[in-house]
């Protein structure tokens, strides 16, 4: 019997458990093959306790509709920077790569299948270095890994942006208020360029143009002027002004990333400053756009995936990453894969439609 080890690490997203059926159902196809899963990520492998379970036909049916990860996960595993806290509170970060392979190769698993993120990749690409048979399958709600067209969830979430981004422009326009709000995207800002085109936003903010306060508050003055007593922000949570910096970012004990979030009410308080005279409310989206079923097209680009990963396992193309590219489903290296990310070009074809729209970015 040839075995597959599945783990989901990072944030969730939005078609995990769709990726996690794909590899289920075709791998099943094969007489000879079965499919396990690591809970928690790497935890599973890792802690004394390891915690594998085999992914019978009951526990994947049907689960491609939920949210979530019927594996949990964590961002809080990273083996080559696991933090460890200290008697005295603080946490340090060490490096268990080589526990963690020592592990996988007394496993034995034939092809370990690992869905995750930007980091999630990187660490694909140290167990493959030191031996490890691994495939990569991109997830991110963030759409920020420049080997695939799009990652899966990242549609869902600019979905959950645009319908709550609709709800704001009529409470915003019955009150004749700016509406900020806030969504996720870390140092990208894929989705709340989406989100501002889909909604028809007057100003969107994104990291990758930083804005003037003072362009911001002159392009509310006109449109006010102008009879339309109310506008509808989107921000980026990593979006900055050109001057000054932002301060919402927080670190979490255990985690290596910054925590980002908290930048609409930043921006508030900064168009109020630079004498905005509208009534303002902020709004941050947060998880919720990370939560619940999946749209359609996150499904079949997540099931796609999962189908993909188990046909380079038959094909012992490890060290590799599945992508989409060219609307074709396809595959790259892992060191292709995480070579750089993903940004928003301030002289991009979706830029330059978004001004022609009206939208400003404040630049
Ligand atoms: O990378 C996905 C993401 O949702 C980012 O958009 C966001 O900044 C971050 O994860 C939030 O992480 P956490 O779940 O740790 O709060």
Excluded at 57 to 72: Q, Y
Excluded at 130 to 155: W, Y
Excluded at 293 to 298: G, K, Q
Excluded at 324 to 340: C, G, P, Q, Y
Aim: glycine content about 10%; charged content about 25%.
């Amino acid at each position: 019997m040839k075995r597959i080890l599945i783990l989901t690490g990072g944030g969730d997203c939005p078609g995990l458990n769709a990726v996690i059926r794909g590899i289920a159902k075709r791998a099943r196809k094969e007489k000879d093959w079965e499919v396990h899963g690591s809970i928690e990520a790497f935890n599973g492998v890792l802690n004394e306790r390891q915690e594998i379970i085999k992914l019978t036909s009951k526990r994947t049916a049907g689960i491609h509709v939920k949210g979530g990860t019927i594996l949990k996960t964590t961002n809080k595993s990273n083996p080559i920077k696991f933090p460890v806290t200290q008697p005295d509170g603080s946490v340090k970060f060490i490096d268990r790569s080589d526990e963690l392979v020592s592990k996988l190769k007394k496993l034995n698993f034939d092809a370990v299948i690992n869905i995750g993120g930007d980091g999630s990749q990187k660490i694909s690409k140290v167990l493959f270095d030191k031996g490890i048979p691994v495939i990569g399958v991109p997830k991110t709600i963030d759409n920020d890994l420049s080997a695939t067209d799009m990652t899966f969830g990242f549609q869902t979430a600019v979905q959950i942006a645009t319908d709550s981004f609709d709800k704001l422009v009529t409470t915003a326009e019955s009150h004749h208020r700016v509406m900020i709000m806030e969504v996720m995207g870390r140092e990208t800002g894929w989705i709340a360029l989406h989100t501002a085109i889909a909604g028809g936003a007057e100003i969107c903010l994104i990291p990758e143009i930083p804005y003037d306060v003072d362009k911001l508050v002159k392009r509310l003055e006109l449109r006010y002027k102008k009879g339309r007593g109310f506008a509808n922000i989107v921000i980026a949570e990593g979006a900055r002004p050109k001057a000054g910096s932002v301060t919402a970012s927080a670190g979490e004990k255990g985690s290596e990333h910054v925590r980002l979030g908290g930048v609409a009410y930043q921006l508030s308080k900064q168009l109020k400053e630079a004498g905005c005279k509208a009534e303002i409310r902020e709004t941050v989206l947060g998880h919720v756009q990370r939560g619940g079923t999946p749209i359609a097209f996150d499904r079949v680009l997540a099931s796609m995936f999962g189908v993909k990963a188990v046909e380079l396992a038959l094909e012992k193309k490890f060290g590799t990453m599945v992508a989409l590219k060219n609307n074709t489903i396809t595959s790259v290296s892992l060191e292709d894969a995480t070579r750089e990310s993903n940004t928003v070009k301030k002289n991009s074809y979706m830029v330059k439609a978004a001004k022609g729209l009206g939208i400003s970015f404040g630049d």
